[in-house]
């Protein structure tokens, strides 16, 4: 009789044990792989997006010639060959400021005092007086292009014996920038609407526009020309800005 009670007891025990208690977080929730299946279900996926990059360029003449020009002297004693510096120098300003060049165009690049010591190879002995060398390097802007060629014609008849070079550029190539960004801009948006029309979509709202590059247009140089050349043939041909720009859009 006793050994029946106690088995109803434990019985008893066992069946409470397996009930589950609604109100405990968490209760009647399957536990393993399958629970966490179920959980991520009904989650957003993330929109399809096309990313295209655009280039825009424009092409226009340059407005502005930077001539670099000097002089060199030389003589046996410093002031000798300063003094004869100065003088082509001051000649030579003149001359470029004759020819449409504003004075807060002209600026010093470069100014060198050398001076040669001839000396004997083998013994190293001075056989000679010293030499002194004066070089002084401006640069000028020419705004008028027309002027540039009869210009520098002018300033080596003056005394430049040195002329290194014209390099040609844009003053001012903001406006001409903002134009490549306009044509980067429909070059993009013209390449997305083909690659998505081929994947049977429509484009959407954009989600994210960057600036891959900006090219601003490079001063071109022309070669390094002899100062006693009688007329200097200017070809200001033209300068490229490019901008290239990286556009994402969202697909339909």
Not at 204 to 215: I, L, T
């Amino acid at each position: 009789m006793n050994r029946w009670r106690w088995l109803g007891v434990v019985g008893g025990i066992l069946l409470a044990a397996c009930r589950t208690n609604p109100s405990a977080p968490g209760a009647g929730v399957p536990v393993g792989p399958s629970a966490q299946a179920v959980r991520s279900q009904g989650t957003e996926a993330s929109p399809r997006t096309l990313t295209v990059n655009g280039v825009g360029t424009v092409r226009a003449r340059p407005d502005q010639a930077v001539v670099t020009l000097g002089v060199e002297t030389s003589g046996e004693t410093l002031a000798s060959a300063l003094a004869e510096n100065n003088q082509r120098a001051a000649a030579v300003l003149d001359a470029l400021k004759a020819h449409g060049v504003a004075e807060n165009d002209i600026q010093t690049t470069s100014f060198q005092i050398q001076f040669e010591e001839p000396r004997d190879p083998q013994t190293g002995r001075p056989i000679g007086p010293r030499v002194y060398r004066v070089v002084h390097v401006y640069t000028a802007i020419f705004r008028d292009l027309e002027a540039v060629g009869a210009g520098v014609d002018a300033a080596v008849v003056a005394g430049a014996n040195r002329v290194e070079g014209i390099a040609f550029r844009i003053g001012s190539p903001d406006r001409l920038a903002m134009e490549a960004r306009r044509l980067a801009a429909e070059d993009a948006k013209a390449r997305a609407q083909t690659l998505a029309a081929a994947l049977g979509a429509q484009l959407g709202p954009v989600r994210m526009v960057r600036e891959v590059s900006f090219a601003r247009p490079i001063p071109v140089p022309m070669a390094r020309m002899a100062a006693e050349a009688a007329a200097v043939p200017v070809a200001a041909g033209e300068l490229e800005i490019a901008v290239e720009i990286e556009v994402t859009w969202e697909l339909r």
